[in-house]
């Protein structure tokens, strides 16, 4: 039987298989399963790379759309692309959004079915909730090989889980929920992690944006005079070495 792939299924498989090679060490003549199956699997928090760029997720957690909006809408004018995560029960009532979000240049990685924690779940149950999250994304946007759960909180059974299909964890590096104060100043302090292959985490949740609008700002200005670019994941995985 002959089993056809389109094009973006394609994209997203050689992006994982490429990432998963570096990340485990793997080398030629080694299969990405053989060297899961003997390696850990860890999280992502920074990528080495060879562009000088900063990759950018943003996670919705229990999120009003309207506060989704104005992410995007921050994220397009200081010219920052991100890689997002969100439920698939989000996903399943804001189908309109997510096309807006993907139209715009931005990309979705895998989260769970809901926002409730899966880091107590058993493997059976993580698989279900995969299986719910990747369907309910692939009816509206193809998933890029990137998984956060809910609320950011991981299992060796989870990672795993995730990994066997098709989709690598990433924890990031920078949580922007530190901003607070004076935006110049805020972000000054975190000059030390600003640095090429870091992965930023944006947040909307119940609450609107964190951090608020004038950090993003001042955060993109920062990077800017700094010869750096704020990219989605899948841009950031494309520079690494």
């Known amino acids: ?35 899961a199956a003997g390696a850990k699997i860890t999280p992502l928090a920074q990528v080495n790379t060879q562009e000088s760029a900063l990759g950018v997720m943003v996670e919705v957690f229990g999120a009003d759309p ?16 991100a890689t997002w995560f969100c439920s698939a029960t ?32 058993s493997y059976e149950e ?3 909730n995969l299986s719910r999250a990747r369907d309910a994304l692939m009816n509206v946007s193809e998933p890029l090989p990137f998984f956060y759960p809910p609320s950011g909180r991981f299992s060796p059974e989870l990672i795993n889980a995730a990994f066997e299909q098709g989709f690598y964890a990433v924890k ?10 004076n935006p110049q100043k805020a972000v000054r302090k ?15 949740t119940r609450k609107g944006m964190v ?29 690494m070495r």
């Open 1 to 35: 039987m002959l089993i056809r792939v389109k094009p973006r299924h394609l994209h997203r498989i050689a992006l994982f298989a490429a990432f998963a090679l570096a990340v485990l060490g793997a080398r030629l003549g080694v299969a990405v399963g053989e060297q």
């Open 66 to 81: 309207d506060a989704v909006e104005l992410c995007l809408s921050v994220l397009q004018e200081n010219q920052m692309g």
């Open 90 to 121: 989000f996903v399943e009532s804001q189908p309109h959004l997510i096309r807006k979000i993907t139209e715009a240049g931005h990309e979705f990685g895998l989260s769970g079915a809901d926002d409730r924690p899966m880091d107590r779940l």
């Open 126 to 128: 993580i698989e279900v």
């Open 172 to 181: 990031g590096s920078v949580d922007l929920k530190t901003l607070r104060g």
């Open 190 to 204: 975190l000059e030390d992690s600003l640095k090429p292959g870091a992965i930023l985490i944006v947040r909307v």
């Open 211 to 239: 951090p608020k609008p004038e950090y993003i700002a001042e955060l993109a200005r920062y990077v800017r005079d700094r010869g750096l670019s704020a990219v989605s994941l899948s841009s950031l995985i494309r520079g």
